[in-house]
């Protein structure tokens, strides 16, 4: 009881962290929270510059002054903000956002003309009286210029955090000083300054383009309250409220229309340009817009659970779930930076040591050193990479919980499918009815459905479609579903049996094993055989496609797991080409399959319904769940959920996959390359600290206009 007292105490906070645009900053600020006592979890997403703690209640009470302080320690003009707070105050933030930007537009141009002074007394006015004027000028623009970092560099000092990107410029640009370089010391600052503002400004554009893929949450709803139309929040309607939505305008949450007809897109969901036409009685979900006609909507989930909610929930929560190359980079950061000013070290001091060179000269090759060990254009493209490759495949549909399985897609080399809604469309219809009695086919019919009527399995539901009379029956009848069987029911003092051939045996009936392609229901009456009933499927439009496409892709081992007979799993998979099939699985067995699969592959994905098939889908290497969207289930045990029900959408994933493996990949040999070439051209006396700040800042920007550019991907 304790325990469970102890657990309730615990809860978790989020909180925005506005002004966050260095990702070295922001692994340090995750590092520092994590230290502070009682925090049992600490995430911070640099993607959606939000920070997730959990803690006991009356610990989390007093964090946020505590994140604060963190913050303006490590990145000075950083605002904690409770998550939302920045959605309640939009305009004016963005308001402020708008003048700090053209404040610093401002005070870079009053440090351009200061640098100017200062340069020209030094080289017009040189051996004039006016020539002592240069030093104070240079240092007065040195402070002014540079007092953002050298305030962050004796913040972190005095935290022991002496590695960072503002300690190595302050190193740096003291040393030129030192060695009466002055105008590269003012310059390397500056255009450190004015790289930094330039990478702020470009990751806010990259997070502002990741955030338009996923602009479907609605502002507003239209309740219906005493014959009046009230605009409200929608996390204030309940379960059966009707609501009004208009041409243009967004369903707030997910329904059932109960008046009017109209044509909604659907792209923001599904990823399809077609609109979907809708009428009364059907279902509706958050997130689509209505385009043509006014229609009223009775609630049936609220916001909270809505469609829309969940999907802005999966991919914020995304980045949380890092890859293997970002935890890579992350720890390779940690070592990078100390090794490389630890080289620095060596260039200043061995070289005159050991040969006599003048000390000034190797000192400024090892000041150049410093200010390129930087590791940020590594830290900021590559969590921004695989958020962006989460926001491509959003767009397209296809719901990724995370960069670590964005990663495992690539990986790929076996894929399992489940049969029925996975590649084949689930609407069964009975075309042949074998007759073994008296009775006629209509009477077959009816009988069948007298005992499939309490059954929602698709097969049960083309019986009774099928059956033009049948009598209805209590639901409290002797009714008994047999798993991976069939169904027993005792109805008016009669058994009926209606299932497989594994129900048949297993009731000692003696039936007619039919040949004939499809799903075979035996019925059977007080011990007698009745008949045989076939129900068939059709193969989805796309499947056959999909198959091939998977093939071209590598993917050398495409399998199908079902319930459903040899002859019938035989066809579907001679159809499409398959490489291997198993049929008459328990679900049970069909985890039993996947795990003997699992030895002797790679990496192995299932597709799935998402419902059925959650224990497959939680077993493999990679859970893909098709149709699932709306669905509990599907959400919870997939690692990926694909929003229409077409296993084309799996190419796509894995094509977003690979273009997201290749930016992130050549991100990092373009930041690896062009640092190393300028560390060597700078021991060579060849690369002067203006390259030393391209490769730096510059290389950083690169990186993120490259994320930039995928997020811009039309088609896949």
Known sequence: MQ?????????????????????????????????????????LNFATSTLKVAAEESRLKKIKSELQQISDRIEPGVKVLNKGEENENNDRANSLRAYLWQKKNIFIGVMFFLFALAFSNLSVFKGNIFYSLSLPAYITAYLLIGYPVLKAAVLNIGQGQIFDENFLMVIATIGAFGIREYPEAVAVMLFYMVGELFQERAVNNSRRSIKDLMDIQPDYANLIKDDEIIKVDPEKLKVDDLIAVKAGEKIPVDGRIVSGETALETSALTGESLPKDVAEGDSVLSGMINLNKLITIQVTKEYKDSTVKKILELVENASSKK??????ISKFASYYTPLVVLAAALVAILPPLLTGAAFDQWFYRALIFLVVSCPCALVVSIPLGFFGGIGLASKNGILVKGGNYLEALNKLDTIVFDKTGTLTEGNFKVTEVNIYSDYSREEILEIAAE?????????????????????KHSAASNYQEIS???????????????????????????????????????????????????????????????????????????AMLTGDNQLTAAKVASSLKLDNFYAELLPDQKVEKVEELLHSSNKLAFVGDGINDAPVLARSDLGIAMGGLGSDAAIEAAD?????????????????????KELVWQNIIMALSIKAAVMILSVLGMASMWAAVFADVGVALMAVFNVMRILKTEEI
Do not use: W
């Open 640 to 660: 990926v959920v694909l929003m229409t029900d077409e296993p084309s959408k799996i190419v796509s994933a894995l094509n977003i996959a690979a273009k997201t």
């Open 3 to 43: 325990k469970t007292a102890e657990k309730k105490k615990r809860e978790e906070k989020e909180f925005e962290l506005e002004g966050l645009n260095c990702s070295n900053c922001a692994m340090k600020i995750e590092n520092q929270v994590k230290e502070l006592e009682g925090m049992e979890n600490v995430e």
């Open 484 to 558: 991976g069987a069939g169904i027993k029911a005792e109805l008016d003092n009669n058994l009926i049996l209606a299932g497989n051939e594994r129900l048949m045996q297993k009731n000692n009936i003696e039936y007619e094993k039919t040949d004939s392609t499809g799903t075979a229901v035996y019925l059977a009456k007080n011990g007698e055989f009745l008949a045989s009933i076939i129900i068939s499927d059709q193969l989805k439009d796309d499947a056959k496609a999909a198959v091939s496409e998977l093939k071209e892709l590598g993917i050398n081992n495409l």
């Open 451 to 471: 005992v499939e009527q309490f059954s929602n399995h698709p097969i049960a539901l083309s019986i009774i479609e099928a059956a033009k009379n049948y009598k």
């Open 323 to 328: 890859a293997s190359t970002e935890k890579f």
